[in-house]
Nanobody, 124 residues
Framework: QVQLVESGGGLVQAGGSLRLSCAVS??????MGWFRQAPGKEREFVAG????????VYADSVKDRFTISRGNAENTVYLQMNSLKPEDTAVYYC???????????????????WGQGTQVTVSS
């Protein structure tokens, strides 16, 4: 099976930056994504990436501010978040699947494995 462990969340002022990490172990995951869930809202797609080749997709709300990437050994996925806004406050989840999707899916149901989540709080 696949285990995902997120880290890097915290409290930051608006305009600041954070980098989330997701450590992947178990099996090779070809599709990775980040989702987030704000209080009282449904979980939403943030960004996704394919293994090797690095095709990426982003939600419109984070495009040009967030960057998803994979580490050299491809067992770590990062989410670099710049120009953070209070509305980015949420629990951020790493997600993965063994399938070689194309394009990278934006729906929760496409991802089989999930991390426990890490809190990101952006103060105004």
């Amino acid at each position: 099976q696949v285990q995902l462990v997120e880290s890097g969340g915290g409290l930051v002022q608006a305009g600041g930056s954070l980098r989330l990490s997701c450590a992947v172990s178990g099996r090779t995951t070809y599709t990775m994504g980040w989702f987030r869930q704000a209080p009282g809202k449904e979980r939403e797609f943030v960004a996704g990436i394919r293994r090797s080749g690095g095709s990426t997709v982003y939600a419109d709300s984070v495009k040009d501010r967030f960057t998803i990437s994979r580490g050299n050994a491809e067992n770590t996925v990062y989410l670099q978040m710049n120009s953070l806004k209070p509305e980015d406050t949420a629990v951020y989840y790493c997600a993965a699947d063994l399938a070689r999707y194309s394009p990278v899916p934006r729906t929760e149901t496409a991802y089989t494995y999930w991390g426990q989540g890490t809190q990101v709080t952006v103060s105004s």
